[in-house]
T-cell receptor
Framework: DAKTTQPNSMESNEEEPVHLPCNHS???????IHWYRQLPSQGPEYVIH???SNVNNRMASLAIAEDRKSSTLILHRATLRDAAVYYC??????????????FGGGTRLMVKP | KAGVTQTPRYLIKTRGQQVTLSCSPI?????VSWYQQTPGQGLQFLFE???????NKGNFPGRFSGRQFSNSRSEMNVSTLELGDSALYLC????????????FGPGTRLLVL
C-alpha cells in the first residue's frame, strides 16, 4: 500500500481556517484519497474523499495537488468540536483488500478558544 | 438510523482468559471490520467479514478470531489473553461494496491484567 505522511500535530485558533497537509508521493493512479477523523473517546468517522478534483462537503474541503503527490484537508472555520486526530488514507480502486483501512499516525489537531 | 453498537464498552480480564466482543452493524450493512487501537501501534486492521465469510485478514496471531452471523452481527474472540492485548477494539460497518465509507462504533476498551 502507498504510504502517507502527516505532521504529528497542529494547532489552530477557533473560527479560523485550518489546512491539514498529507504527502503521498508514491500514490498510484487508482488510489483514492480518504480522510477520517477520530474525536476523543470515539471511533473514527469519515470526513471526505477524492481522486483528482477538489471536493467539498458540509464538513470540509479536500484540495488535491495536480500531480496527486499531496493533498490538503481544509476546515473552513475550526470549532472546538473539530479537535481530533485526522487520518489521511489511500484506498486502491483495484485490489483485494476489501474494506480494509490502513491508518497511519494521523495529525492531532488542537483548537484553541 | 441507529449507529454501530459494540458491547460491552469496557472489560477487564486476566492473562490466559478468553474474551468475546460483539458488534451490531448499521441496519442494512453487510460488511463488518474489526480494528485494534493501542498507543504504540495505532489503529490496526484485524479482519473483515461479509456475508458470514471472512473477506480479509490483518497480521494478527491466530488467537484473534471472528465470525459473522446471518443478521450481519459480528463477534470477535481473543483466546489466551496477553497483557499486550489491552487495547480499544473498534468495529466498523459498511454496505458491503468495496472501498465504501466505514462507519465506526465507539469501541470496547479491554484491559488485561
Amino acid at each position: 500500500d502507498a504510504k502517507t505522511t502527516q505532521p504529528n500535530s497542529m494547532e489552530s485558533n477557533e473560527e479560523e481556517p485550518v489546512h491539514l497537509p498529507c504527502n503521498h508521493s508514491t500514490i498510484s493512479g487508482t488510489d483514492y484519497i480518504h480522510w477520517y477523523r477520530q474525536l476523543p473517546s470515539q471511533g473514527p468517522e469519515y470526513v471526505i474523499h477524492g481522486l483528482t478534483s477538489n471536493v467539498n462537503n458540509r464538513m470540509a474541503s479536500l484540495a488535491i495537488a495536480e500531480d496527486r503527490k499531496s493533498s490538503t484537508l481544509i476546515l473552513h472555520r475550526a470549532t472546538l468540536r473539530d479537535a481530533a486526530v485526522y487520518y489521511c488514507i489511500l484506498r486502491a480502486m483495484n485490489n483485494n483488500a476489501g474494506n480494509m483501512l490502513t491508518f497511519g499516525g494521523g495529525t492531532r489537531l488542537m483548537v484553541k478558544p | 438510523k441507529a449507529g454501530v453498537t459494540q458491547t460491552p464498552r469496557y472489560l477487564i480480564k486476566t492473562r490466559g482468559q478468553q474474551v468475546t466482543l460483539s458488534c451490531s452493524p448499521i441496519s442494512g450493512h453487510r460488511s463488518v471490520s474489526w480494528y485494534q487501537q493501542t498507543p504504540g501501534q495505532g489503529l490496526q486492521f484485524l479482519f473483515e467479514y461479509f456475508s458470514e465469510t471472512q473477506r480479509n485478514k490483518g497480521n494478527f496471531p491466530g488467537r484473534f478470531s471472528g465470525r459473522q452471523f446471518s443478521n450481519s452481527r459480528s463477534e470477535m474472540n481473543v483466546s489466551t489473553l496477553e497483557l499486550g492485548d489491552s487495547a480499544l477494539y473498534l468495529c466498523a460497518s459498511s454496505l458491503g461494496g468495496l472501498r465504501e465509507t466505514q462507519y465506526f462504533g465507539p469501541g470496547t476498551r479491554l484491559l488485561v491484567l
